[in-house]
T-cell receptor, first 111, second 114 residues
Framework: EDQVTQSPEALRLQEGESSSLNCSYT??????LFWYRQDPGKGPEFLFT???AGEEKEKERLKATLTKKESFLHITAPKPEDSATYLC????????????FGTGTSLTVIP | KAGVTQTPRYLIKTRGQQVTLSCSPI?????VSWYQQTPGQGLQFLFE???????NKGNFPGRFSGRQFSNSRSEMNVSTLELGDSALYLC?????????????FGDGTRLSIL
């Protein structure tokens, strides 16, 4: 069965304290792995697409990496405005557009 | 460029009623997917529409249905509402659902069942 697991569920960091979020997946036929950011009361906002083991993508203080079994979202020197829930999703299946989401990591960055 | 628009933003209904939610995708996007988000379960896939046809379906009862119009706008209907249907319903669109193509989300409809 296709499955996506994110850890930790919640993370509190001091401003400037770097860390990593984990997304492990078991799917048949990975067609893409996606990271989203979700703020309270809003829909998920797209951050990155990864689809090949070894691939890396960067945006400001965020860097996403992908292996054959998991993906990491590295946050370098976070700021309070990085506080949000970070969601990982995989696109799988032979046809169509079905995404499987993890339950997310709630990140709080303390000034 | 306008994003995904969902209406209404908030809705309060009672058990047994039915409800229709609306989604306008990003211009040029033909794939529209619907998700249910609850604190305990996260985002659960409901169904996907492409060119007015349902292309994928998640594990939800038949009370949940949808449709897509020729302009790619989509509606989702829930009949005989239950307390457990209280959730944030999110719509997402993408160009055609090809590999590596992200979905872009609206801000959802918050449905509360009394």
């Amino acid at each position: 069965e296709d499955q996506v697991t994110q850890s930790p569920e919640a993370l509190r960091l001091q401003e400037g304290e770097s860390s990593s979020l984990n997304c492990s997946y078991t799917v048949s036929g990975l067609r893409g792995l996606f990271w989203y950011r979700q703020d309270p009361g809003k829909g998920p906002e797209f951050l990155f697409t990864l689809y090949s083991a070894g691939e890396e993508k960067e945006k400001e203080r965020l860097k996403a990496t992908l292996t054959k079994k998991e993906s990491f979202l590295h946050i370098t020197a976070p700021k309070p405005e990085d506080s949000a829930t970070y969601l990982c999703a995989v696109q799988a299946g032979n046809t169509g557009n079905q995404f499987y989401f993890g339950t997310g990591t709630s990140l709080t960055v303390i000034p | 460029k306008a994003g995904v628009t969902q209406t209404p933003r908030y809705l309060i209904k009672t058990r047994g009623q039915q409800v229709t939610l609306s989604c306008s995708p990003i211009s040029g996007h033909r794939s529209v997917s619907w998700y249910q988000q609850t604190p305990g379960q996260g985002l659960q896939f409901l169904f996907e529409y492409f060119s007015e046809t349902q292309r994928n379906k998640g594990n939800f009862p038949g009370r949940f249905s949808g449709r897509q119009f020729s302009n790619s706008r989509s509606e989702m209907n829930v009949s005989t509402l239950e307390l457990g249907d209280s959730a944030l319903y999110l719509c997402a669109s993408s160009r055609d659902g090809s590999n590596h193509q992200p979905q872009h989300f609206g801000d959802g409809t918050r449905l509360s069942i009394l």
